[in-house]
């Protein structure tokens, strides 16, 4: 009887303290599939050559964790991702750059009549209103509609933490930083017909972005 009330008070204590783990570890985004690129400089691939994506943010851009048919997501409520859509249409041209001897120079983003991203305010009433996020091709036209919740969609935009992130919530204590990411690499090869890949580079940490046509399917 002693043993099983031993066991009993042990297994309360245990469960104690695995509550306050299982938090920090989810903080650390270890139950997730993704990983957000803070760790590592974000490059564009151009003839072989990895250049400086900037002003796309590694802390903005996530892929999966596992190797295998691994996918690119990047914050859908963040104005940079036009120059993803920029790289898909290739409208940008590389400077070359001694400045960083793990990058070939940088990527220049040009400027075209093209609106890829653009922000709509949906009436309820004349004081009430959502945002809608609609996100467009080179022809205009409408390929994704997200409503902005700040949360996935259950489509192509994942929730995703940033790992070791935390904010602060009203009863003062912190929370894991989710934010929203669309799943580039679906939208891209759905919609436009082209294949996003990554190469990783763990020992310089550089995580490159390679985006090409589609072959015929």
């Known amino acids: 009887m002693k043993l099983r009330v031993k066991l009993s008070i042990f297994a309360i204590i245990l469960g104690m303290l695995m509550i306050p783990a ?9 139950f997730q599939k993704e990983t957000v690129l803070s760790d590592y400089a974000l490059a564009v691939d151009v003839n072989g050559k990895s250049y400086e994506a900037w002003p796309l943010i590694n802390s ?11 996918q690119f997501y990047y914050r859908i409520d963040m104005s940079h991702l036009q120059y993803l859509f920029n790289l898909a249409y290739k409208e940008y041209d590389v400077k070359p ?49 997200y409503d902005n ?31 929203p990411y669309i799943n580039i690499t679906a939208l891209f090869r759905d919609k436009l017909n082209i294949d996003v890949k990554l190469t990783v580079d763990e020992e310089h940490k550089v995580v490159t972005i390679r985006m090409n046509k589609s072959e015929a399917r």
């Open 60 to 70: 903005f851009a996530a892929m999966d964790k596992q190797e295998e048919n691994r």
């Open 22 to 30: 299982y938090f920090i570890l989810q903080t650390f985004g270890v």
């Open 149 to 179: 919740t700040g949360k996935g969609d259950k489509q192509l935009v994942e929730s995703i933490i940033h790992q070791g992130m935390s904010r602060s919530t009203n009863g003062g204590g912190g929370e894991a930083v989710r934010d």
């Open 97 to 145: 750059g001694v400045d960083n001897p793990y990058l070939a120079g940088t990527v220049n983003y040009q400027r075209t009549d093209h609106n890829y991203v653009q922000t709509e305010r949906q009436y309820e009433n004349a004081n009430d209103f959502t945002t809608v996020l609609n996100l467009y091709d080179q022809d205009g036209q409408v390929i994704y509609t």
